[in-house]
């Protein structure tokens, strides 16, 4: 209790200190409670400010605009802007970072952010304040979704190492202690040992929330099924980081004993979308972040189709992402949400780009092909299957114990592969005790190296 006064408290104090930020946190969580088109004339007049500002300031775009013969007069329209801005790749910004950066950054607070994604390639961009203080407005449209109010306690299961640095030391275990009310748990590299003393820590915090990545959750929650631990239970978990399953959703719900919304962002751009009580998809974050969905050819996709994601953040002066690939696939809504925000939908996140595997025929097999497959097979507590070549799959598996029958499960997998996948794959099994995180600290169960040699197309 004395926990919870001192985070409100602290809640409190920050608001007064930092007013002028919570003046646009309340007018997000604002915009996100307007009607559908309402909130759509808002989003646009702030996307036609980014394109004068891109148009004017930054050099990349400068030169863009010209190539193309456009100025931000005449994109008039959602079509437009689709027709004739191009989309924006890691790989422009690798090779021309210098040119995306707005010349007076530093005076603007820029400041230089970095991530190594889901593949681990590393990306750097600049953030400004206006930026910080908008995804700070992003993440409390998070928590609004969440039923999450300040000075709540929580449960932090993260498993970025770069992030877990900042709340090991003895500021950062006072502040999420007192100033919080979060026990925060190191997840990063994930091993049983420190499973099981996660779970005794979570037993006695006793938690009304518990957040965090997918596959750290999912892994406490098998453990503390198979040591037969009754973990209290909370009023919602919410994941984030990773595709959430259908199975590993039920996981959740079973053993934490709340309902599980699942959450989309980036290092990148911050808070993307989540889904609300209603789980009806998930709610995109328009006020921050606009999201597009195209084809192969780069066209606009219809709604319910699979394709990849672009982003355009409308607040980092600093480094504008405008229609950024950010290499996931996903699907758009034509529907609302029975919530009444006029927020549009996400209707799914189909994972990264990169998890799809191309087979030897030609076949498009998708993460979720694998993932599917394996929660069918008993005894394997957790698995990776990378495609080395078009043909070569190497599959690792970590056993549950020592009475798994490894032939009938390898037996299993290769029918199964062969009779839905593509007869001409290669398999090759390795029997592992522990499959490390990628170097973001997320674990990519699928991942294709031959997508990954080709940029990702």
């Known amino acids: 209790m004395i926990e919870r006064w001192t985070a409100q408290a602290a809640g409190a104090y920050r608001r007064w200190k930092y ?3 919570f003046q646009i946190v309340d007018e997000t969580l604002r915009l996100t409670h307007l009607p559908a088109e309402e909130l759509d004339r808002a989003v646009w007049g702030r996307l036609h400010d980014l394109l004068a500002y891109a148009h004017n300031a930054i050099p990349f775009y400068q030169e863009t605009f010209r190539a193309r013969g456009v100025t931000p007069e005449t994109i008039r329209s959602w079509n437009d802007f689709a027709a004739r801005m191009p989309i924006l790749t890691k790989r422009d910004i690798q090779e021309h970072l210098d040119r995306l950066v707005a010349p007076n950054q530093a005076e603007i607070g820029g400041r230089v952010n970095h991530t190594g994604g889901s593949t681990g390639e590393p990306l750097t961009f600049y953030q400004d304040d206006n ?30 190492d770069y992030d877990n640095r900042a709340h090991e030391t003895l500021r950062g275990r006072l502040r999420d202690r007192f100033l919080n009310n979060t026990l925060h748990i190191n997840t990063f590299d994930l091993d049983r040992a420190r499973a099981i003393a996660a779970l005794s820590r979570l037993t006695v915090w006793r938690p009304k929330f518990v957040l965090g990545y997918v596959s750290s959750l999912t892994m406490i929650a098998r453990i503390a099924q198979e040591e ?14 990773e595709q959430l399953m259908d199975p590993q959703r039920r996981l959740l719900q079973e053993v934490f004993g709340g309902p599980v919304f699942n959450r989309y962002g980036a290092r990148e751009v911050g808070a993307i979308a989540m889904d609300c009580a209603h789980h009806h998809g998930l709610h995109i974050i328009t006020p921050n972040n606009i999201v597009e969905v195209v084809d192969e050819e780069g066209r606009p996709a219809p709604t319910g189709q699979i394709g990849r994601i672009l982003i355009t953040n409308l607040h980092n002066r600093a480094m504008p992402f405008i229609r950024y690939e950010i290499g996931d696939l996903g699907a758009l809504s034509a529907e609302r949400c029975p919530c009444g925000r006029g927020l549009p939908l996400l209707q799914e996140v189909a994972g990264r780009i990169s998890d799809v595997i191309v087979s030897p025929g030609g076949k498009l097999l998708h993460g979720e092909f694998f993932t599917h497959l394996f929660y069918n097979v008993q005894g394997v507590r957790q698995f990776q299957v990378v495609q080395e070549t078009r043909a070569n799959l190497r599959v690792r598996i970590v056993p549950q114990n020592a009475e798994i029958n490894l032939t009938a499960v390898e037996a299993f997998i290769r029918q199964t592969v062969a009779e839905h996948g593509d007869p001409a794959f290669r ?24 997508w990954e040699d080709t940029d990702g197309r």
């Open 19 to 21: 007013r002028d930020r």
């Open 131 to 160: 930026y910080r203080a908008h995804s700070s407005a992003g993440f409390a449209v998070l928590n609004d979704l969440f039923g999450m109010r300040h000075g709540d306690r929580t449960a932090w299961f993260w498993g970025s």
């Open 228 to 241: 037969g631990l009754a973990l209290p239970p909370v009023r919602g978990v919410q994941t984030t980081a």
């Open 427 to 450: 398999l090759h099994f390795e029997i592992v005790e522990h499959i490390p995180a990628s170097p973001s600290g997320k674990h990519r169960f699928v991942r294709s190296e031959v």
